[in-house]
């Protein structure tokens, strides 16, 4: 079927740990929003980069680009590329509003008008039939999704049907990634403040009490 | 290469009538100079095709090639070739490439769709499914003006047609995998040919041939939109799997709202989770042990929810995954110049490079590691 993160989980790490250690070199980060977004940008620039070339990725990196904070760290992080990408992908239309047909506008429009005109003759609620609800209500969520996915705005249909199961793949790769990462700090930093070998020289559990 | 093919004309021509009645898929082109053709090769859980029918035509491959020309796409048909291209995992291009489409007299065609349509449903399903090769469907349509009533069954009618259609020039159906039609398409379309084809008989026009269903409209513009349609459901039907708990649920509407609800928790949990990875780094810098731990969950199925895995996969399993950590780390850095790689690749490599792990590691590594490793299995068991 489509093609998953499967095999990409170590690509995924290895950009998300190169990402930390480049933000932290670059930013000195004190508070935890700061932190929270560095963290968070890493991990959003690893999981576009592992997945390949796809439309949301690179919606993703150009939006991540665009921002003033983010542009210190991805230049450490992409290096030669950071140039490419954002010469590539920061063209502006890309991101605006897409015009929408007037056609459609207009008889979506009329739809609705006509039927307040209906139901206002008739002395009755707004009676809209079921067909124009499917379709209101289809419209406005196809809208949120755009919204949601990155790049989505200028797609359509099927096109970004696809484009969001690619995208509902990779978060949820990149969830299950950081999950198991966040457990695994917490296993070895629980491991290090319990006493685990009685034989254990005491420098050592010294040591490990004050590391943490 | 038509000898050949006349050869295997009868072959094929018998063994595609068996198929006839396995398959429910609308007849597809039919080659030119060749007798006939039928696309092998089923691309995917949609098509149904027996295997015989796969043995019988090998050689459909060569022969695009020489007659392909310009395709004259469609909208539908290119939503339908990105559509096969999930199917097929890839080339449209290729595909695009290797259809080939070419236009039927126009009676011809009437008369093809007076004819059953499993046989032509089971070459034009073929043919979809066919990811480079398909071009040459076996079949008719225009093959048999004369035939007409003998189409009325569909076995018959595809012998006959194959007897006809043999020299015709070929058209290239490319169908939807959801079966298109029933059969006999009252007017199956008329008017899609008068439109996309001028009723030159021999004429090698490209086009696509999108077959009505039976009591449709025909009209082009709704044909089209029936396509569109048609890639859409399927796209909600993945996302219905990968959904959890959708499965029940029905409707464009509530499908999008599922999707929209995943999608943001799923944003919210990133975010709730760089939230906890920040809270409890201070510096950011996560400690090898992690890494290799989480390497450990990568080699095992899924993420293990305990390191209570890690005295039953012994060390030779940590090497091999700090291995393949270390592998993936050097090989994917692009931009050697770039000095912090460097660093971290090395940080990496120091870390990972004590290969054993022996019980007298140094403190240089972090205190716990090795107390996970030797010691923390017994606590972690409890």
């Known amino acids: ?212 | 290469m038509e000898i050949n093919d006349k050869d295997n004309f009868e072959l094929e021509k018998n063994g595609y009538q068996v198929n006839y009645q396995n398959a429910s898929f609308l007849a597809g082109t039919s080659m030119p100079d060749l007798s006939w053709n039928a696309i092998p090769g089923p691309s995917g859980p949609n098509l149904g095709w027996d295997q015989n029918l796969l043995c019988q035509f090998p050689k459909l491959n060569s022969f695009l090639p020489p007659s392909l020309s310009d395709i004259q796409a469609d909208s539908g048909f290119i939503e339908r070739a990105a559509k096969y291209s999930y199917f097929n995992g890839g080339n449209v291009s290729a595909m695009l490439g290797s259809i080939n489409n070419s236009v039927l007299d126009q009676n011809k065609r009437t008369e093809n769709f007076v004819e059953g349509g499993s046989n032509r449903r089971g070459l034009e399903r073929s043919e979809t499914g066919e990811g480079a090769s398909s071009g040459g469907c076996g079949q008719e349509e225009g093959t048999s003006s004369a035939n007409a009533k003998k189409r009325k069954r569909p076995n018959q009618g595809n012998e006959v047609h194959q007897g006809e259609g043999a020299r015709q020039s070929p058209v290239a159906n490319c169908t939807e995998d959801t079966g298109e039609k029933e059969e006999k398409g009252e007017e199956k379309k008329p008017s899609e040919n008068q439109t996309k084809n001028g009723s030159d008989p021999a004429n090698k026009e490209e086009y696509v041939h999108i077959r009505a269903r039976r009591g449709q409209a025909t009209n082009s513009h709704s044909l089209a939109e029936r396509v569109r349609r048609e890639k859409i459901s399927e796209r909600m039907k993945y996302l219905q799997d990968l959904v959890p708990g959708c499965s029940k649920v029905t409707g464009k509407a509530v499908m999008l709202d599922e999707i929209i609800n995943y999608v943001q928790s799923l944003q919210r949990q990133v975010e709730f989770l760089s939230m906890k990875l920040s809270a409890i780094n201070p510096r950011l810098d996560f400690n090898i042990e992690g890494i290799l731990s989480k390497s450990l969950f990568n080699s095992n199925v899924g993420p293990s929810s305990s390191i209570g895995y890690l005295p039953d996969l012994g060390q030779t399993q940590l090497h091999l995954s700090q291995q393949n950590l270390l592998h993936a780390g050097m090989t994917d850095i692009v931009d050697p110049a770039d000095a912090l790689r460097r660093i971290a690749s090395a940080q990496l490599m120091s870390n990972i490079g004590l290969k054993e792990l022996p019980p007298q590691m140094s403190n240089a590594w972090d205190g716990g590691f090795h107390n996970l490793t030797r010691g923390g299995c017994q606590d972690l068991n409890n």
């Open chain 1, 1 to 212: 079927m489509h093609a998953t993160k499967e095999f990409n989980k170590k690509a995924f790490l290895k950009q998300f740990l190169l990402g930390l250690h480049v933000s932290n070199s670059v930013t000195n980060s004190i508070s935890i929003q700061q932190r929270k977004n560095s963290i968070k940008l890493s991990a959003d620039l690893a999981m576009a980069l592992a997945r390949g070339r796809t439309h949301w990725t690179h919606a993703l990196i150009t939006k991540l680009g665009q921002k003033e904070e983010n542009k210190t760290t991805l230049q450490g992080i992409l290096g030669r590329r950071y140039e490419i990408l954002m010469a590539r992908y920061s063209c502006p239309l890309l991101y605006q509003k897409v015009q929408r047909s007037k056609k459609s506008v207009r008889s979506y429009r009329f739809s609705y008008a006509a039927n307040r005109r209906r139901s206002a003759l008739k002395g009755s609620c707004v009676r809209v039939p079921p067909s124009v609800v499917a379709r209101n209500l289809e419209h406005r969520r196809t809208k949120v999704l755009k919204r949601l996915v990155p790049g989505g705005e200028l797609l359509n249909g099927s096109s970004l049907l696809s484009e969001a199961l690619d995208y509902v793949i990779s978060l949820k790769s990149q969830v299950d990634m950081m999950k198991s990462l966040w457990r695994a700090t917490q296993v070895s930093s629980s491991s290090r403040n319990v006493e685990l070998i009685p034989s254990a020289p005491l420098q050592r559990k010294e040591a490990s009490c004050t590391s943490k």
